[in-house]
């Protein structure tokens, strides 16, 4: 059986199934994927959050619908740092990353095509939690090693010691459970 931890996100009530991820801490999963009605309400409150950006860049891949929306809500372009390299991406940047969910070394690629869309723009940082800020760094290095300049970074959700951040926008905080 398993257990869930309530929220509201966006004005909407949503259980998230708890994991371990070690033998002392559990975390509560956001998992976006298929949620249509939580990633179109809750895009529209961030964008309420977020100064002025010319482009949208998030990492591969539970962030990748939040992107999406926020491109089709805002018209902006959005952008996705790969977590593989691609046969079509010319010359590309490469920046390792460790996160919570993953729990090994993983790299995120931009393409030369993607690197030029950046390139002089105020760039939009969107990923769905934000916990020990490992991809965040790491989307932070690819975009100013594209040259572009980080509007703000921001999350549906701050989880742990994330929410005590300030240079953040997020709309709920996630607690961890420690055990």
Same mark, same amino acid.
């Given at each position: 059986?398993?257990?869930?931890?309530?929220?509201?996100?966006?004005?909407?009530? #949503?259980?998230?199934?708890?994991?371990?991820?070690?033998?002392?801490?559990?975390?509560?999963?956001?998992?976006?994927?298929?949620?249509?009605?939580?990633?179109?309400?809750?895009? *529209?409150?961030?964008?309420?959050?977020?100064?002025?950006?010319?482009?949208?860049?998030?990492?591969?891949?539970?962030?990748?619908?939040?992107?999406?929306?926020? *491109?089709?809500?805002?018209?902006?372009?959005?952008?996705?740092?790969?977590?593989? !390299?691609?046969?079509?991406?010319?010359?590309?940047?490469?920046?390792?990353?460790?996160?919570?969910?993953?729990?090994?070394?993983?790299?995120?690629?931009?393409? &030369?095509?993607?690197?030029?869309?950046?390139? =002089?723009? #105020?760039?939009?940082?969107?990923?769905?939690?934000?916990?020990? =800020?490992?991809? !965040?760094?790491?989307? #932070?290095?690819?975009?100013? &090693?594209?040259?572009?300049?980080?509007?703000?970074?921001?999350?549906? !959700?701050?989880? =742990?010691?994330?929410? &005590?951040?300030?240079?953040?926008?997020?709309?709920?905080?996630?607690?961890?459970?420690? #055990?």
């Amino acid at each position: 059986m398993s257990e869930y931890y309530k929220m509201k996100i966006a004005g909407l009530d #949503r259980e998230l199934e708890m994991f371990s991820v070690s033998d002392k801490l559990d975390i509560a999963a956001f998992i976006i994927f298929g949620d249509v009605e939580l990633t179109v309400a809750g895009v *529209a409150e961030l964008l309420k959050k977020v100064p002025d950006f010319d482009v949208i860049i998030t990492p591969e891949a539970k962030s990748i619908p939040i992107a999406y929306e926020a *491109a089709r809500q805002s018209g902006k372009p959005y952008i996705v740092a790969r977590k593989g !390299l691609k046969v079509y991406m010319r010359n590309p940047l490469d920046v390792k990353v460790t996160s919570i969910t993953t729990q090994h070394e993983q790299h995120l690629y931009l393409g &030369e095509t993607e690197v030029e869309k950046i390139k =002089g723009k #105020r760039v939009l940082i969107i990923d769905d939690v934000i916990s020990t =800020g490992e991809s !965040l760094s790491a989307i #932070r290095k690819l975009v100013s &090693e594209a040259g572009g300049i980080e509007a703000a970074s921001a999350a549906f !959700l701050a989880e =742990g010691d994330a929410a &005590e951040r300030d240079d953040i926008i997020f709309l709920e905080k996630l607690p961890l459970f420690f #055990r």
